[in-house]
C-alpha cells in the first residue's frame, strides 16, 4: 500500500498533493494525488475517482431508496480507484463486487493506494467493458454502475443499444442500473438546457423507459429504476 504521512494528509485540505503518475496508451496523462484526505486519480482533463467525495455518485446515491433493491452483487464498469464501494460502504450498503477496468495502470494505481481501504469483497479484471459483459451469466447483478470515460468523453462503443440492452439482461429483477453520462451542451461548450437530451440519454430511456436522471453539475447520472429515487 502506498505510504502517506499524516502531515500530506493534513496539507491536502489546502492544496492538492502530487502523488504518483502512470501515464500509459490507454491514458497518457495519467496520476493520483491526495486532495481533501482522498486519493483523487485524475486524467489531463477529467477527474476519474475521488474516494467517498466523487460527488456524482454522492448525490445519487444518497436519492436512492436501497430498501428496494434485491441481492448483494454489483457489477462496475470503470473501477477508477474504487470511488463507488467507499461510498456505499461509507452509507452503510454491503455488496459483493465484480469490477472491470481497461487501463492496467489504472489497477496498478488501485491496488497500491486504495484496494486496501475497502472492506467490501471486489474481484477486479482488467479488460474492456463491452468484451467483459457479453460473457456474464443473465439475472446475475442486483446493481450494475456504468462509469466509462477517456478523458471527457464516453468511448462510443459502449454507447450502442446492443451493449445497454445486454446491461438489461444480467440485471436481476427489479435490479438497477446506473450510469454516469454528460449534459449537452452546443457548439460554445455551454450546457445546453436541462430538459434536452443527447442520443446516448435518450437511448438509456428508450432501453429502460421508467429511467430517469439525476443532475449533478455538467453530469447527469441515469437511474434505470426512477421508481427508486427520493
Not at 434536452?196 to 437511448?203: D, I, R, V
Amino acid at each position: 500500500m502506498g505510504k502517506i504521512s499524516i502531515w500530506q494528509k493534513l496539507l491536502s485540505y489546502f492544496r492538492e498533493i502530487h502523488i504518483e503518475s502512470a501515464p500509459g496508451e490507454v491514458n497518457p496523462h495519467l496520476y493520483v494525488s491526495l486532495s481533501k484526505g482522498r486519493f483523487m486519480l485524475s486524467s489531463a482533463r477529467a477527474i476519474y475517482s475521488h474516494g467517498d467525495l466523487y460527488h456524482n455518485f454522492v448525490q445519487t446515491f444518497k436519492k436512492v431508496d436501497w430498501n428496494q433493491i434485491p441481492g448483494d452483487k454489483a457489477l462496475l464498469l470503470g473501477f477508477g480507484l474504487g470511488s463507488i464501494p467507499m461510498i456505499l460502504e461509507k452509507q452503510g450498503r454491503d455488496f459483493k463486487y465484480t469490477a472491470v477496468e481497461k487501463d492496467p495502470n489504472v489497477i496498478y494505481l488501485a491496488s497500491k493506494y486504495t484496494l486496501p481501504l475497502i472492506d467490501s469483497p471486489v474481484h477486479l479484471y482488467e479488460a474492456d467493458a463491452g468484451q467483459f459483459v457479453q460473457q456474464q451469466t443473465p439475472k446475475t447483478f442486483s446493481v450494475i454502475c456504468m462509469d466509462i470515460f477517456l478523458e471527457d468523453l464516453i468511448p462510443s462503443h459502449v454507447q450502442k443499444k446492443a451493449y445497454i440492452e445486454q446491461l438489461k439482461i444480467l440485471l436481476l429483477p427489479r435490479g438497477v442500473l446506473f450510469v454516469n453520462t454528460l449534459r449537452p451542451v452546443d457548439k460554445e461548450g455551454e450546457e445546453k438546457d436541462g430538459s434536452e437530451m443527447t442520443p446516448f440519454q435518450q437511448l438509456l430511456l428508450k432501453v429502460f423507459p421508467q429511467g430517469d436522471f439525476v443532475s449533478v453539475g455538467p453530469n447527469a447520472v441515469f437511474v434505470s429504476r426512477g421508481d427508486l429515487l427520493k
